[in-house]
């Protein structure tokens, strides 16, 4: 009773990863940067953000975004620039659902502002 579904099981269920990017430097909304802002700048670690779609029988609404996920994690981490950037692309399924998920994992750069630099 179980031998066929132990040999259906397999392809109904599944997740394949793979390395989708690796860049050194991302900051898509800069345009000039003044030096006493790099020499005063605050460095986050281990920074991390996701686009994700759903899938129905394997069709997905939509495509995740390498922009989005970038956008996602200067945003919610309140840096600048990225450095050390890993993306990632995950396909997940399980039958009839699953997600197609690009995940980012950086380092970040807090420029100080223009004028004053940051309070200590």
Same mark, same amino acid.
């Given at each position: 009773?179980?031998?066929?579904?132990?040999?259906?099981?397999?392809?109904? $269920?599944?997740?394949?990863?793979?390395?989708?990017?690796?860049?050194?430097?991302?900051?898509?909304? $800069?345009?000039?940067?003044?030096?006493?802002? $790099?020499?005063?700048?605050?460095?986050?670690?281990?920074?991390?953000?996701?686009?994700?779609?759903?899938?129905?029988?394997?069709?997905?609404?939509?495509?995740?975004?390498?922009?989005?996920?970038?956008?996602?994690? $200067?945003?919610?981490?309140?840096?600048?620039?990225?450095?050390?950037?890993?993306?990632?692309?995950?396909?997940?399924?399980?039958?009839?659902?699953?997600?197609?998920?690009?995940?980012?994992?950086?380092?970040?750069?807090?420029?100080?502002?223009?004028?004053?630099?940051?309070?200590?």
């Amino acid at each position: 009773m179980f031998k066929p579904l132990l040999v259906i099981l397999p392809f109904l $269920l599944g997740a394949c990863t793979s390395r989708f990017a690796e860049l050194g430097v991302v900051s898509p909304d $800069l345009n000039q940067i003044e030096l006493k802002q $790099l020499e005063q700048a605050k460095y986050v670690k281990n920074i991390s953000a996701s686009s994700t779609r759903r899938t129905f029988l394997f069709f997905t609404f939509g495509s995740p975004s390498l922009e989005e996920a970038v956008r996602s994690a $200067l945003n919610n981490s309140e840096t600048d620039i990225l450095v050390n950037l890993k993306a990632d692309r995950r396909f997940s399924f399980g039958f009839p659902l699953g997600e197609d998920t690009i995940s980012v994992k950086a380092d970040g750069i807090k420029l100080a502002p223009m004028f004053g630099g940051f309070d200590d």
